[in-house]
């Protein structure tokens, strides 16, 4: 198939992300309004502006649906709380569903709030995060597998995101990982895909894809030596993806290793989100295709588009296409 068929062939795909579905606040500062407060002395950050958007899963459900995905939902857990509120308003304008979203009001929402200086455009200040700071309570737990075991079989595609960088770690929880072996074994027709931050060895049966350095903190973990064959071994999966920015992708099979490159872009704007924006790309074009190898094409298609925009960026196939026809002229 073609880069255009592929991306005609997504319109017939469902895709579930399961996981950390955060949001993003981006607030951009005038460092001229930087005055002590009167009441403590210290400096303040004075943000004219601000908007927000879905980020870790969310990102990831942002480029399933810029793709032309039949359909897009996410399960995982927001607090009820003003956050919470702004990424439930973020989710639906984008057509995201949340029919599977579990609410815990004794929990925040996961927010990366991040801090622009309005007169560099540069993040610059240190970030003020809303992060799991213990276990998944219990009971959410349960209620998070439960919505995941409702839904799972009416999607084509489940992704995975782990992003959680926390001893605890968010919404995926070891009963999560077990859950999701038993229905991927139950489903092998389906493509599950897992993105994790820090536990990519936690993970068996799944397809999973680690950027570089998160492959070899694993493996270095496991075996004291990098041994990506090894990883998969360890993994109990047919398919590892290692990203590698710039120098494309590495998709390990049983007794082989094939890079697969990516376009050369000059001056990329912002990495931010370019793991996601494979994931969804190549995720779907697995679905599609059933090429590892043509996955990790498309992959490396979408996120050279992703990178040339601020902040977690999406491509349309519009975009793709476009940077289809730049690689070859």
């Known amino acids: 198939?073609?880069?255009?068929?592929?991306?005609?062939?997504?319109?017939?795909?469902?895709?579930?992300?399961?996981?950390?579905?955060?949001?993003?606040?981006?607030?951009?500062?005038?460092?001229?309004?930087?005055?002590?407060?009167?009441?403590?002395?210290?400096?303040?950050?004075?943000?004219?502006?601000?908007?927000?958007?879905?980020?870790?899963?969310?990102?990831?459900?942002?480029?399933?649906?810029?793709?032309?995905?039949?359909?897009?939902?996410?399960?995982?857990?927001?607090?009820d709380d003003g956050n919470g509120f702004e990424l439930t308003r973020a989710l639906h304008a984008r057509g995201i569903s949340l029919d599977f979203i579990v609410k815990d009001p004794n929990l925040p929402t996961f927010t990366y709030t991040k801090l622009l200086n309005a007169e560099t455009g540069i993040e610059d200040k240190p970030r003020v995060d809303f992060v799991p700071f213990r276990p998944l309570p219990e009971q959410t737990d349960r209620q998070v597998m439960t919505r995941l075991e409702s839904a799972f079989s009416g999607?084509?595609?489940?992704?995975?995101?782990?992003?959680?960088?926390?001893?605890?770690?968010?919404?995926?929880?070891p009963n999560?990982?077990?859950?999701?072996?038993?229905?991927a074994l139950r489903h092998p027709e389906k493509v599950v895909w897992v993105d994790s931050r820090r536990r990519t060895e936690h993970y068996r049966g799944l397809i999973v894809k680690p950027n570089r350095a998160e492959a070899d903190e694993a493996c270095m973990r496991l075996f004291g030596v990098i041994d990506y064959q090894r990883l998969r071994q360890i993994l109990e999966t047919k398919l590892l993806f290692v990203t590698r920015g710039a120098e494309g992708a590495v998709v390990?099979?049983?007794?082989?290793?094939?890079?697969?490159?990516?376009?050369?872009?000059?001056?990329?704007?912002?990495?931010?989100?370019?793991?996601?924006?494979?994931?969804?790309?190549a995720a779907l074009t697995l679905a599609v295709t059933g090429s590892?190898?043509?996955?990790?094409?498309?992959?490396?298609?979408?996120?050279?588009?992703?990178?040339?925009?601020?902040?977690?960026g999406t491509a349309t196939p519009e975009e793709v296409l476009a940077a289809e026809v730049a690689i070859h002229k």
């Open 1 to 79: 198939m073609n880069t255009t068929e592929i991306l005609a062939a997504f319109q017939k795909m469902s895709a579930l992300v399961v996981g950390d579905i955060c949001l993003d606040h981006w607030c951009t500062y005038d460092p001229a309004l930087a005055d002590a407060s009167r009441e403590t002395g210290i400096p303040r950050i004075g943000v004219i502006g601000s908007e927000v958007s879905p980020g870790a899963g969310g990102t990831v459900a942002n480029n399933l649906v810029a793709l032309d995905a039949s359909r897009v939902a996410v399960v995982g857990v927001l607090g």
């Open 292 to 312: 590892a190898v043509e996955a990790a094409r498309f992959g490396n298609l979408v996120a050279s588009v992703t990178v040339m925009k601020t902040g977690t």
């Open 155 to 173: 999607f084509d595609v489940i992704l995975v995101a782990d992003q959680a960088e926390t001893e605890y770690g968010g919404v995926i929880t």
């Open 252 to 281: 390990v099979e049983p007794g082989r290793e094939t890079a697969v490159p990516t376009a050369g872009v000059q001056k990329p704007v912002d990495i931010c989100g370019a793991g996601d924006s494979f994931s969804a790309g």
């Open 176 to 183: 999560m990982r077990r859950l999701l072996r038993k229905l």
